[in-house]
């Protein structure tokens, strides 16, 4: 896998659209400073899902948004696409080709696309994970990024790590897994509670849902009386309403025949409209016709001026054509006349070439024959001569070879000079570095001794600080506790509040108005809501008094009677159930007689219900109403004794919700849930407050003095890191003496070989010496010997050249002479060519003349065919004015004929109107009588509504349901009698909660269904807790393996890059993988090991590129951007790392933004970034095919 392509538009500087097609290989990206180089990793970063603007050099995201220059407006938006090969399917997606694209709205809306279909960041991330590329990883590293590297904290560098380690997928699980699990966690919680709750409600639901059972038993029977009782009424009203029907029917019969006849006179009516419409259409045409004959007859006219304008035009341009011929024929006349006066002077030019021609041969023919005459004694006298500069060569290389022979001898000397000293300063060295030995040993010993006074210090440190994590360890315990106690109780409150909020446990139908109440503020206003909301009752008596009260704890509370009403109609029309209202206005309190208050003041423990609540003086008469004859008394045997002095006149509720109802029955039995259904959840939300501000309180205390704890454990920290620091430095102290005195003893060693050596290359010099002042002497002797000959040669030289002198003289005559009749030539000749220029050049234009003039003689025959045809053309358009004025004629006649037809359908259209008002009287005295009968059947039908509407509201029946329970009922009175006594039974059965019935069903299957959900949240937790173990041990192992690689590849690359020294890299926790920080430990050759804090910043540079180095080495990156990493490097380190670039790039395919000629000697390909115009980078790639090719930088 490898970047394909880059497009950027509207990136920071990049305004315009721009591609980068990429390869394998190097990519160098360079420019001037400013020039937006930096800008193409910057969008690469921000394609990958940056979401720092800092990073990317901007404080908020829009700032990457192309800004506008003073010639440019700002864009709105920026987008880049990056497009990777994916041939190899390292990416686990079914494409060869993925192309991401990020796009930003100056708005602040941002977009991704993957391959062009929109997607979100997670989905980019989650498809690069692990591969080596991403904004965390390695593959960017950007302008201060390299530094940053060694300058971070150890826990943050570690990031790089897990990267290429692999293990950034599975902590990516393992945190989504602790998530899921922290989610399971507090829904186990939540269910567990609503669960309790729902648990509290089944029985008594049960109760009321057995009672509700017997309750529509009897209420059907009387259903089904009642609703016989007014079936018969509904059919005796039928009887009226069917006589009244086939009066007004009889009425409608009537009314239908007038109404066809108007409807027949309307018919006509529409048909006179028609034509009356179809006239308006014609007479509109006929004029249009009319008005566009006239405006062709002005068209005709003004067509036939403008072709008579154009024959005068024409008849202009035939008299233009001909003067123009006219011309044309006398310039071919003067052309002809001066070509005849040219040829007479080209004939005489010929004539005087020849002449001068034969002149020429016959000189060079004599200075030929006076030159070959010369040539045999010239050429003996250049051999002298050659010979003479052959022997002086000779004499320079002689001369050379005894300087060198000089100067070699000269060099001996002084390099015996130069060795007898460096003998003589190698055996003060050698002394020198044999003390220099005894001080370093002394000055181990005494660092020996400081690292133990040291060890001692810390030692007794970490007991310290193991003494305080435990009680930080312990205390932090306490805190998780308190949170977890804290958290189980918010969630509870939670639950319990959402419970208050819905009324659960409360009918379906006291919900519904309450919920109807809450929307429509003028049906809830007078509205105080339920009993049970408008009571207080003290801890303990909830079972009680929610006993006591019964299903009126649901009763809605209102003002006035009036709005009970209300109520009970906004029920009725949206079928919202039944509830039972107590108002303010209407309800009685009730009270005990003294004789009663005397046997109740006899117990102590026996107290009325009403004197236990608390409430509002204005719901007094309703809590006396429903408590005030009702005692709450300790057990079953206090209630039985009082229930007997009493005699069975109040009722007698117990503590633990035991009931002795009035006339002496007992209701109880085993009580299954451990809180009072509604009022013991408003006790415990009440205690759940208060519970949770204490718990509250008391984790502010805990966490404070975990505060204080781990402030002192700072303390110790801070006092451990110094001494670690104090013992590493005098370590590294120690190690570098050591590594000093070996150095030393090695070079100890080193001098005692130099001056061994030196001794023995005194003694090559000498005997060098001896052969080099013989050779001297030999070449002496030559040189003499070469002078000589020389001499000799130069004499018999001198000689020749005198008797060839005369006959030179000679030739330089004849050669001048025939130099002068070739110039003269040459100029005849030139004179000869303007003649014959001349001639061709007036022929041409005659020829030019004769075309005009043929095409002039075309032009006039088309002119003479024009005037011809616009002759016909004016002669045609005279015919067609005649025919339209003729046409304009006839169309005037018609519309006048039109004009009198108007008339007669008019007329019509008044006497069917008139017909029409007659027929409408009619119909209007059969409507009045209609109505009057309508009156009468209206209010038949509104009593038997009266009756249906009495069936739907009593019964929820149509008629039509209502006929099924019909019978023939012999007797109406025995009917009315048993309908009483079926409602004293009803009566006798109390309040009933018909909505139990399906509630205590709903409930029911809510619990079941609950608590199988519980079952499977329980097992979903233990199956996550295993997953998140597997997931860190694999993490663990990979990661400690990579790390090892990771390490030993560092120690090799950095001894690379520097030439020597060493490095590693350290855990600070090995015992905690997953979260230790990592440190670097470097030592460049021939300096002593440091923090990295005190190193160059080319040395810090140089050791951030190794550990990258070392990475690529382990999980080498499809590819890799760098951003002037080697900025801060010299030249030759620029060399060494540029060398191992290369190598890598085997591998990992990089873009490397630089200014340094050594990085870009090495790139397969440049791309140059300019800014040609101000604010706006511009781009220029290269192609680099000879690789030694010279850059400049």
């Known amino acids: 896998?490898?970047?394909?392509?880059?497009?950027?538009?509207?990136?920071?500087?990049?305004?315009?659209?721009?591609?980068?097609?990429?390869?394998?290989?190097?990519?160098?990206?360079?420019?001037?400073?400013?020039?937006?180089?930096?800008?193409?990793?910057?969008?690469?970063?921000?394609?990958?899902?940056?979401?720092?603007?800092?990073?990317?050099?901007?404080?908020?995201?829009?700032?990457?948004?192309?800004?506008?220059?003073?010639?440019?407006?700002?864009?709105?938006?920026?987008?880049?696409?990056?497009?990777?090969?994916?041939?190899?399917?390292?990416?686990?997606?079914?494409y060869g080709e993925v192309t991401i694209t990020r796009r930003v709205y100056r708005s602040g809306e941002s977009e991704y696309y993957l391959n062009k279909a929109s997607c979100r960041l997670k989905d980019i991330r989650?498809?690069?994970?692990?591969?080596?590329?991403?904004?965390?990883?390695?593959?960017?590293?950007?302008?201060?990024?390299?530094?940053?590297?060694?300058?971070?904290?150890?826990?943050?560098?570690?990031?790089?790590?897990?990267?290429?380690?692999?293990?950034?997928?599975?902590?990516?699980?393992?945190?989504?897994?602790?998530?899921?699990?922290?989610?399971?966690?507090?829904?186990?919680?939540?269910?567990?509670?609503?669960?309790?709750?729902?648990?509290n409600q089944l029985e008594p639901l049960k109760n009321q849902s057995e009672k509700a059972l017997k309750f529509k038993e009897i209420k059907e029977k009387l259903l089904k009386l009642e609703v016989n009782l007014i079936i018969r009424e509904i059919d005796k009203t039928e009887v009226g309403l069917n006589e009244l029907t086939r009066q007004i029917e009889l009425l409608k019969n009537s009314m239908e025949e007038q109404k066809k006849?108007?409807?027949?006179?309307?018919?006509?009516?529409?048909?006179?409209?028609?034509?009356?419409?179809?006239?308006?259409?014609?007479?509109?045409?006929?004029?249009?016709?009319?008005f566009n004959t006239e405006n062709e007859i002005k068209k005709k006219e003004g067509a036939i001026e403008l072709s008579k304008e154009k024959t005068v035009h024409i008849d202009s341009n035939l008299e233009r054509i001909k003067l123009e011929i006219l011309k044309l024929q006398e310039e071919e006349k003067e052309a002809n006349q001066q070509i005849e006066v040219k040829l007479v002077e080209l004939e005489v030019i010929c004539k005087e070439l020849d002449s001068l021609q034969k002149t020429i041969e016959a000189k060079t023919s004599e200075y030929?024959?006076?030159?070959?005459?010369?040539?045999?004694?010239?050429?003996?006298?250049?051999?002298?001569?050659?010979?003479?500069?052959?022997?002086?060569?000779?004499?320079?290389?002689?001369?050379?070879?005894?300087?060198?022979?000089?100067?070699?001898?000269?060099?001996?000397?002084?390099?015996?000079?130069?060795?007898?000293?460096?003998?003589?300063d190698t055996n003060l060295r050698l002394k020198e570095k044999r003390k220099e030995v005894l001080d370093l040993e002394k000055e181990v010993n005494f660092i020996a001794n400081e690292i133990s006074t040291v060890k001692a210090k810390i030692i007794e440190l970490n007991n310290k600080n193991s003494e305080l994590e435990k009680q930080i360890l312990l205390n932090t315990n306490t805190i998780e506790d308190l949170v977890k106690n804290l958290n189980h109780r918010q969630s509870r409150k939670n639950v319990l509040e959402e419970m208050e909020k819905e009324h659960e446990g409360f009918n379906k139908s006291v919900k519904n108005i309450l919920n109807a109440c809450s929307k429509i503020p003028s049906l809830g206003s007078g509205v105080y809501g339920v009993v049970a909301d408008l009571l207080k009752v003290p801890k303990g008596y909830e079972i009680a008094i929610e006993t006591a009260l019964g299903v009126a704890i649901q009763n809605i509370v209102c003002e006035t009677e009036e709005k009970a009403k209300d109520l009970i109609a906004h029920m009725k029309k949206n079928n919202l159930g039944r509830i039972t209202i107590l108002p303010l206005s209407a309800v009685q309190s009730r009270s005990i007689s003294n004789e009663e208050l005397k046997i109740i003041n006899e117990h102590k423990d026996v107290k009325l219900a009403i004197d236990i609540i608390s409430f509002e003086e204005k719901h007094k008469n309703v809590f006396s109403n429903l408590l005030s004859r009702v005692l709450i008394v300790p057990n079953i045997d206090t209630g039985v004794i009082i229930a007997k002095k009493l005699q069975y006149r109040l009722r007698i509720v117990t503590i633990d919700g035991d009931v002795i109802n009035i006339g002496?029955?007992?209701?109880?039995?085993?009580?299954?849930?451990?809180?009072?259904?509604?009022?013991?959840?408003?006790?415990?939300?009440?205690?759940?407050?208060?519970?949770?501000?204490?718990?509250?309180?008391?984790?502010?205390?805990?966490?404070?003095?975990?505060?204080?704890?781990?402030?002192?454990k700072s303390q110790y920290s801070e006092e451990l890191t110094k001494l670690n620091s104090i013992l590493q430095e005098h370590k590294i102290k120690e190690a570098t003496l050591l590594s000093c005195i070996q150095q030393s003893k090695k070079e100890e060693a080193q001098y005692i070989g130099s001056i061994t050596q030196i001794e023995g290359e005194v003694q090559q010099i000498n005997n060098a010496n001896k052969d080099s002042y013989r050779k001297q002497q030999a070449v002496d002797a030559e040189i003499l010997k070469l002078e000589e000959e020389i001499s000799n040669t130069r004499l018999a030289v001198n000689e020749t050249q005198n008797s060839l002198q005369g006959k030179r003289n000679i030739l330089e005559a004849l050669n001048i002479e025939i130099t002068q009749n070739r110039v003269k030539e040459a100029e005849v000749e030139g004179n000869k060519r303007n003649l014959l220029q001349d001639i061709d050049h007036l022929q041409a234009s005659i020829r030019k003349a004769e075309k005009l003039r043929e095409l002039k003689d075309k032009e006039i025959v088309e002119i003479n065919i024009r005037y011809t045809q616009l002759e016909e053309e004016i002669n045609s358009l005279k015919k067609d004015l005649e025919e339209l004025r003729e046409s304009g004629n006839s169309l005037e006649i018609k519309l006048n004929e039109m004009k009198n037809e108007k008339t007669i359908i008019l007329k019509e259209e008044e006497d069917l109107r008139r017909r029409l008002e007659d027929n409408q009287k009619v119909i209007a005295d059969i409507q009045e009588n209609s109505h009057r009968l309508d009156v009468k059947r209206t209010k038949l039908e509104m009593q038997q509504q009266a009756y249906y509407d009495k069936l739907w509201e009593e019964y929820e029946l149509t008629y039509s349901t209502g006929l099924q329970l019909k019978e023939e009922l012999q007797d109406i009175g025995k009917a009315a009698k048993e309908i009483n006594e079926l409602k004293n039974e009803i009566k006798a059965l109390g309040n009933i909660n018909l909505e139990s019935i399906e509630e205590y069903k709903r409930v029911k299957d809510r619990f079941d269904f609950l608590k199988k959900q519980k079952d499977d949240l329980y097992q979903a937790q233990e199956s996550l807790k295993e997953v998140i173990q597997e997931l860190e041990s694999n993490m663990e192992l990979q990661f400690t393996k990579q790390f090892q690689v990771i390490r030993e590849n560092f120690n090799s690359v950095f001894t690379r890059l520097f030439g020597g020294g060493r490095a590693d890299l350290v855990m600070e926790d090995e015992k905690n993988v997953l979260n230790s920080g990592v440190d670097v430990i470097a030592q460049p050759p021939g300096k002593k090991l440091q923090n990295l804090s005190l190193l160059s910043g080319g040395e810090r540079a140089l050791t951030a590129i190794a550990l990258l180095f070392a990475i690529l080495l382990v999980k080498p990156s499809p590819f890799c951007i760098l951003d002037e990493i080697e900025a801060a490097l010299d030249d030759a380190n620029v060399q060494r790392f540029s060398s191992f670039l290369k190598e890598l790039s085997e591998t990992t395919q990089f873009i490397v933004v630089t200014h340094r000629k050594g990085t870009m000697e090495i790139t397969d390909a440049l791309y140059g970034v300019t800014m040609e115009e101000e604010g706006v980078s511009t781009l220029v790639s290269v192609k680099l095919s000879d690789k030694n090719q010279e850059i400049a930088s």
């Open 664 to 712: 002496g029955s007992l209701t109880g039995g085993s009580n299954i849930k451990s809180t009072s259904g509604i009022l013991g959840r408003k006790r415990e939300l009440e205690e759940l407050v208060i519970g949770i501000k204490k718990l509250q309180i008391d984790i502010k205390k805990h966490k404070s003095l975990l505060i204080e704890m781990n402030k002192k």
């Open 1 to 94: 896998m490898y970047l394909k392509r880059l497009e950027i538009q509207g990136f920071k500087s990049f305004a315009n659209k721009i591609e980068m097609q990429f390869e394998n290989g190097i990519i160098g990206v360079v420019g001037p400073n400013g020039s937006g180089k930096s800008n193409i990793s910057d969008s690469i970063r921000w394609v990958l899902g940056e979401q720092s603007p800092k990073s990317l050099r901007g404080s908020k995201m829009e700032d990457v948004i192309f800004a506008g220059t003073n010639s440019r407006k700002p864009l709105g938006m920026a987008e880049v696409s990056l497009t990777l090969d994916n041939t190899s399917m390292l990416m686990p997606i079914d």
């Open 126 to 199: 989650e498809l690069l994970m692990d591969t080596g590329i991403g904004k965390e990883g390695y593959s960017i590293i950007g302008q201060g990024k390299i530094d940053e590297i060694l300058s971070s904290k150890p826990e943050e560098r570690r990031l790089i790590f897990e990267e290429a380690a692999g293990i950034i997928k599975y902590k990516s699980r393992r945190d989504e897994a602790e998530k899921k699990l922290n989610t399971t966690r507090d829904n186990l919680l939540r269910v567990a509670d609503i669960l309790h709750e729902l648990e």
């Open 368 to 424: 030929e024959s006076q030159l070959s005459q010369n040539t045999s004694k010239e050429k003996e006298m250049e051999e002298a001569k050659s010979y003479i500069i052959d022997a002086l060569n000779e004499i320079s290389d002689k001369k050379s070879e005894l300087n060198s022979i000089k100067t070699l001898i000269k060099t001996m000397e002084d390099r015996l000079q130069q060795i007898n000293n460096e003998l003589e």
């Open 261 to 290: 006849e108007n409807s027949e006179l309307n018919k006509q009516l529409d048909n006179n409209s028609r034509l009356h419409v179809q006239w308006d259409e014609n007479y509109s045409n006929m004029q249009k016709m009319y």
